[in-house]
């Protein structure tokens, strides 16, 4: 039976795909910063773990609780709609801790035992953000591009080992979901000279009929996971399908 760790698992597409894996049968370790009782259904399948993808210690600690893993889905990350001119330097730099430095020491961590045993797989998810940019997520879009590049690049350089890399691009969220783990850092970050464009760009989002699901972003993981072919991308949601295809 195999085992996937899962982090960012307190809620959306974590919570989702934790529940997913579950239910085909496998193992899960589901990690995130503050575990709690009734969040998943906690069993011998079924494991709870507390890791910060942005502390060492925190990571050795969670991997060694888990045991040997078959699969890392690097889901935890960070929200952030605003003005790129009002964005302090030190957001800028969380998000990049936890939506890109976080992603990478989550996937050093893992290589050695997956590079040993020539199997294991790394799944990444970014964002349909990266196929077209939006305006006012400018660090956001930044910290996941960087992702992106870091995947496509490592699945070359890990495909002598058998380990495979892979990238999940979720679709258009609406704003609420996808703000929910912002909290503080987005106060005062649409200034008001950037107030009409924001509202204008809100207000179209709030037309759109494209929005991806929790489920289409766990299917894709799912799919990504168990692919055994080159195919590096996979596309979550209907319109970041659509946007990969042109």
């Known amino acids: 039976m195999k085992t996937a760790l899962i982090t960012g698992c307190s809620s959306g597409y974590g919570l989702e795909t934790a529940q997913r894996f579950h239910a085909e049968g496998w193992n899960v370790v589901a990690t995130m910063r503050n575990?709690?009782?009734?969040?998943?259904?906690?069993?011998?399948?079924?494991?709870?773990?507390?890791?910060?993808?942005?502390?060492?210690?925190?990571?050795?600690?969670?991997?060694?609780?888990?045991?040997?893993?078959?699969?890392?889905?690097?889901?935890?990350?960070?929200?952030?709609?605003?003005?790129?001119?009002?964005?302090?330097?030190?957001?800028?730099?969380?998000?990049?801790?936890t939506n890109t430095f976080g992603v990478m020491a989550m996937t050093q961590a893992v290589l050695p035992e997956f590079r040993r045993r020539k199997a294991g797989t790394i799944v990444n998810v970014t964002s349909s953000a990266t196929l077209a940019p939006m305006p006012l997520v400018a660090v956001y879009t930044a910290s996941k591009t960087a992702i992106e590049g870091f995947t496509a690049s490592l699945a070359h350089e890990l495909a002598a080992f058998q380990v495979k890399v892979k990238l999940v691009e979720p679709g258009y969220a609406?704003?609420?979901?996808?703000?929910?783990?912002?909290?503080?850092?987005?106060?005062?970050?649409?200034?008001e000279p950037y107030a009409p464009f924001a509202q204008s760009i809100f207000d179209a989002l709030s037309k759109s009929?494209?929005?991806?699901?929790?489920?289409?972003?766990?299917?894709?993981?799912?799919?990504?996971?168990?692919?055994s072919s080159g195919q590096l991308r996979f596309p979550a949601g209907a319109d970041a399908v659509a946007l990969a295809s042109r």
């Open 209 to 227: 009929n494209a929005v991806t699901t929790e489920a289409d972003v766990a299917e894709a993981v799912w799919q990504a996971a168990n692919d």
């Open 174 to 191: 609406p704003t609420t979901r996808f703000t929910a783990n912002g909290g503080e850092r987005m106060e005062g970050l649409i200034p």
């Open 35 to 97: 575990p709690r009782g009734g969040l998943l259904p906690e069993s011998e399948r079924m494991r709870l773990l507390p890791l910060d993808v942005t502390k060492p210690d925190s990571i050795a600690a969670a991997l060694d609780a888990s045991g040997p893993i078959d699969v890392l889905v690097n889901n935890a990350g960070i929200g952030l709609l605003g003005a790129f001119e009002a964005t302090p330097m030190a957001t800028t730099r969380e998000l990049f801790e």
